[in-house]
């Protein structure tokens, strides 16, 4: 085996996680046994850059990300993105975990995306690098098309010859292709559980009860 394919791949897994939620932790965990992931790498957005501003801080979100993920040795926290000063843009993000020092150019690094955001990448800050720099694996979401015949022209365009079935192809080089995969169909959405918060109506079952108690203790979520 050649060296660059010696250790298996990496999960890359961003998001506003406003709050984090089961349909997020259910993605990363089936993401490693469907793809033969070494981990996940769970990235917080500090500052999102397309979308409105999150209601809990940057710090909020990864507290609740790092309870949501504790005792799961297969995932990891990344909270370089959160005291950034600068919007949190995907491409960036993987130009960093690039670097020597972090995991390098040769590592094997699958940006984990749902098939919503992933039908919105051609609006990305410099969104056609993003394929030099990671494979893609696009969870389906309830409630949002699969078929790459609803994606955007020039989206469809940049995908055409990167769509592997094989997941075990994501092994053989450092980025490049973007493989679907079918995970528990969960209808959770971040949206929804502030909207039950906002309510106060209980979010129990949607998120880890270490959040809901993060969420009470600090009041988040309660005005409209
Ligand atoms: P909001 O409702 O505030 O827009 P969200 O629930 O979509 O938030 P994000 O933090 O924006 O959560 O999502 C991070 C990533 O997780 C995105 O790639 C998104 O597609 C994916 N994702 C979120 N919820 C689900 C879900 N229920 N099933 C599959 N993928 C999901």
């Given at each position: 085996?050649?060296?660059?394919?010696?250790?298996?791949?990496?999960?890359?897994?961003?998001?506003?996680?406003?709050?984090?939620?089961?349909g997020h932790?259910?993605?990363a965990?089936?993401?490693?046994?469907?793809?033969?992931?070494?981990?996940?790498?769970w990235?917080?957005?500090?500052?999102?850059?397309?979308?409105?501003a999150?209601?809990?801080?940057?710090?909020?979100?990864?507290?609740?990300?790092?309870?949501?993920?504790?005792?799961?040795?297969?995932?990891?926290?990344?909270?370089?993105?959160?005291?950034?000063?600068?919007?949190?843009?995907?491409?960036?993000?993987?130009e960093?975990?690039?670097?020597?020092?972090?995991c390098?150019?040769?590592?094997?690094?699958?940006?984990?995306?749902g098939?919503?955001?992933?039908?919105?990448?051609?609006?990305w800050?410099?969104?056609?690098?993003?394929?030099?720099?990671a494979?893609?694996?696009?969870?389906?979401?309830?409630?949002?098309?699969?078929?790459?015949?609803?994606?955007?022209?020039?989206?469809?365009?940049?995908l055409r010859?990167?769509?592997?079935?094989?997941?075990?192809?994501?092994?053989?080089?450092?980025?490049?292709?973007?493989?679907?995969?079918?995970?528990?169909?969960?209808?959770?959405?971040?949206?929804?559980?502030r909207?039950?918060?906002?309510n106060?109506?209980?979010p129990?079952?949607?998120?880890?009860?270490?959040?809901?108690?993060?969420?009470?203790q600090?009041?988040?979520?309660?005005?409209?």
């Open positions: 085996m050649p060296p660059e394919t010696a250790q298996k791949p990496l999960g890359i897994f961003g998001g506003t996680f406003d709050p984090v939620h089961f932790l259910r993605l965990e089936e993401a490693i046994d469907l793809l033969g992931l070494q981990g996940v790498r990235i917080p957005a500090g500052r999102p850059a397309l979308r409105d999150p209601r809990a801080s940057p710090r909020q979100r990864l507290d609740m990300a790092r309870l949501a993920i504790a005792g799961n040795p297969r995932f990891t926290i990344d909270p370089a993105e959160v005291d950034a000063p600068e919007p949190s843009y995907t491409v960036p993000t993987l960093r975990l690039r670097r020597p020092g972090e390098g150019a040769d590592r094997p690094l699958v940006l984990l995306v098939n919503d955001a992933f039908a919105g990448m051609a609006g800050h410099r969104w056609e690098r993003l394929f030099g720099l494979h893609v694996a696009v969870a389906h979401r309830p409630g949002y098309p699969v078929d790459p015949e609803s994606l955007p022209a020039e989206l469809a365009a940049a010859g990167r769509w592997r079935r094989d997941p075990a192809l994501l092994a053989a080089s450092p980025a490049g292709y973007v493989v679907p995969f079918a995970m528990t169909p969960l209808d959770i959405s971040a949206t929804r559980i909207a039950l918060l906002s106060g109506a209980s129990r079952y949607l998120t880890p009860e270490s959040v809901i108690a993060h969420i009470h600090h009041r988040l979520y309660t005005e409209n």
